[in-house]
């Protein structure tokens, strides 16, 4: 059978603006090829409606930082080529899918895999599943250059995709099938199914 290693993998994480529904202010994408971590790519974007107090408190990022930023029909054709033909990757990615389905229309993902639903799944002894407690619980952000910080769309990106390496490893240190990291029993075959893991 397959194994992950052998699949391309993005990896993205947004922040948003506070508002209903959420407009993205950042986005970072970290390709992960032959099971190995990439480097982000990021962009700051300017939003149509502007960035709530709330959402500041939370990733720090003004509307002053983005007021020269572009707006996301100036990038457009760079994130679709960054997420074409991948498999995406996200903690609690209905979130991100949802906002990138509004900002890219007619775009799916070829396939999706939610960390968070992987996390609860394949590691069930953990009491928190957020990303933050799981970053702590597996030393996730050792060795990140020292200006990343949570909240922020390179670092939970970053983050993120090591959580999902190493959920796709065994305790063993064997790299899980893509059948085994869909949970599907074996035998199934590396079909993808319809819906998010």
Do not use: C
Not at 171 to 187: C, F, I, K, N, V
């Amino acid at each position: 059978m397959t194994d992950w290693t052998s699949r391309d993998f993005t990896v993205v994480d947004l922040e948003g603006n506070g508002q209903r529904p959420p407009d993205l202010v950042e986005l970072a994408v970290v390709p992960i090829t032959a099971g190995a971590i990439r480097k982000p790519v990021t962009w700051l974007v300017r939003p149509q409606t502007p960035i709530t107090g709330f959402a500041r408190r939370i990733h720090g990022i003004t509307n002053e930082m983005v007021a020269d930023a572009p707006v996301f029909a100036d990038i457009e054709k760079d994130v679709r080529t960054a997420l074409e033909g991948v498999a995406i990757v996200a903690h609690n990615a209905p979130v991100d899918l949802g906002v990138l389905r509004r900002k890219l229309p007619g775009w799916e993902p070829v396939e999706a895999f939610d960390t968070l639903r992987l996390a609860r799944r394949l590691r069930p002894d953990r009491v928190s599943y957020r990303l933050g407690a799981l970053v702590e619980a597996f030393d996730l952000a050792e060795g990140l250059p020292p200006e990343l910080r949570p909240h922020r769309a390179a670092y939970d990106a970053l983050v993120a995709a090591r959580l999902f390496a190493l959920l796709a490893t065994s305790p063993q240190g064997r790299p899980l099938t893509l059948a085994e990291l869909r949970g599907q029993p074996s035998g199934d075959g590396d079909a993808p199914p319809a819906a998010l893991f």
